[in-house]
Each structure stands twice: as C-alpha cells, then as structure tokens.
C-alpha cells in the first residue's frame, strides 16, 4: 500500500489492472482529455462521472482502443493493462477488445437469435471446438448475465424481440461470452426503465467477483449505489479519483463538491 496525492490514499499495488499515465486525447485540434492520470483496481467497479461532455466517455474509450475507429482522434500518454502498454504496435486491438468487453448506453443485440448473440464472440476467437462446447458456453454466459431463467426455451428467437432490460443483460451477457478480464460500460441503464435499472445494477454487483467492472454514468446515486471507486471528470480533466463513499461524503477538491451538490453539472 501507498499513498498518491493524484490517485487518493492507499493504491494497493498488487490489485492494479489499468495503469494510465499523462493520457491526452485530441480529435484534429480540439483536446478532449487533458493529462489524465488513473489507476484502476482489479475486481472492483470503478464509476465516471462528470457533466455531458467532460470526456469520461472518451477516456472509457480509450481503454479498448475504440477511438482507434475516429480517424481524427489522436492519443498521447501510456495505457498500461496488468504492465503491458495496450497501445504497443504489437498488440492486435481485436484480441484486446476480446479481453476487454464492452457495454453501450443503447441496448444492440446483433439481429440474429438469442443464442448466436452469444455465440458470435466465441466463435471468431476460436474459443468452441464443438456445437456442445458452444451450447455450454452460452448458458454459462446467460446465467451470469442473469438472464438464462427467462431466455433457456427461447434461445433460437430473435435477440431484438426482448424487452429493453432484457435486450441489455443479453449484451452483458455477450460481452462476457469472450472471458474478458474487463468490462466496460457506457451508460448501460440511461435508456432503462427503473425495475430493468435495478437488476443492471444488481448484475454489475455480481459481475466484480469476476471482471474489473468500468462504468460511465450520469447518475450519481447509481455511482454510490455500485462502485467502490470514483473519478470524477470535469472539462477534459480527471479532477479526482477515491473511495466512494469519499468522494461522496468528503471530496478534496471545491470543482467536485460543486458537481456532487448541483451547483456545477
């Protein structure tokens, strides 16, 4: 353990899986992160928050090289995943983004049925030898996106013919299909109703025995309500990353207590 002024107190070294350092993102001259400085624990669920447009979306891209597909967005800074620099020219982003899962805001089950949804990832990566390899990794992707109850006598009608909760754990679960060690989430209850927010929510609890859990979100209460850790983004800047419960209760900086009580946002 040690303390970092820029990371908050007590960093436990050996649980780190993302280490950023001086991340700046530019799209042609305009610069969307500045300096952003963060490292993410493993088997946690991290939240970013901040205003529309304060770049925490931008950053959660960054961590599997989506902004690679934005012909004007340039990345300077080093992102390291467990020691290795995800940004190396030896690093195929195909197989980083199969470690590296990602949910949307939007629920986008594939047009195909419930069970190809989850099979695609698997079977471009090589990951099923057989159709039974196949069948057992679906069902233990659907159970652990908490949805196999509702969707095991229906597996060959189409994904898009879910409620919009649904349509969601199925992407959960698709994302999770890969065995990725992270998962990142972009707003994944901002188009949900209350009840389907509650079971997201409750899944992600589930989902840190496992994965390093990232979520950017608009609501603060889901941030307190799900993660251990917060950054709080404000302009392009990281203004400070902690404990929860601290950021919530005691935040260091004036700019996040601004936002947290609704006098910035």
């Given amino acids: 353990m040690y303390d970092d002024p820029k990371l908050g107190a007590h960093v436990d070294q050996k649980a780190i899986k993302i280490s950023a350092s001086d991340v700046q993102v530019f799209y042609g001259d305009n610069q969307a992160i500045k300096d952003v400085n963060v490292e993410i624990q493993d088997k946690t669920v991290t939240a970013f928050i901040g205003p529309s447009g304060c770049g925490k979306s931008t950053f959660l891209r960054c961590l599997n090289r ?3 597909t934005i012909d004007v967005c340039r990345i300077e800074g080093s992102i390291l995943m467990d020691g290795e620099d995800i940004y190396d ?5 195909v197989q980083l983004r199969a470690k590296v899962g990602m949910v949307f805001q939007k629920p986008n089950p594939f047009p195909k049925s419930i069970y190809d949804n989850i099979a695609y990832g698997p079977r471009i990566h090589g990951m099923a030898k057989s159709k039974a390899d196949l069948d057992v990794i679906v069902e233990k992707s659907l159970r652990r996106g908490a949805i196999w109850n509702e969707v095991k006598d229906r597996l060959h009608a189409p994904g898009t013919g879910l409620s919009g ?4 754990r199925l992407c959960i679960a698709r994302a999770i299909a890969t065995e990725p060690e992270i998962l990142l989430m972009d707003e994944p209850c901002s188009a949900l109703d ?4 509650a079971q997201v929510e409750e899944l992600i609890d589930e989902l840190r025995e496992n994965f390093s859990v990232v979520i950017v979100t608009h609501s603060m209460q889901q941030a307190a309500r799900v993660s251990q850790r917060t950054a709080f983004f404000h302009l392009g ?3 400070e990353y902690d404990e929860t419960s601290k950021i919530f209760t005691n935040p260091t900086d004036e700019r996040t207590e601004s936002y947290i009580t609704g006098r910035i946002g």
Wanted: net charge neutral.
């Fill in 89 to 93: 020219k030896r690093v195929d982003p």
């Fill in 194 to 197: 209350p009840i389907a927010t």
């Fill in 165 to 168: 909760g649904q349509q969601q």
């Fill in 66 to 68: 989506m902004n690679d």
């Fill in 237 to 239: 800047n990281l203004v």
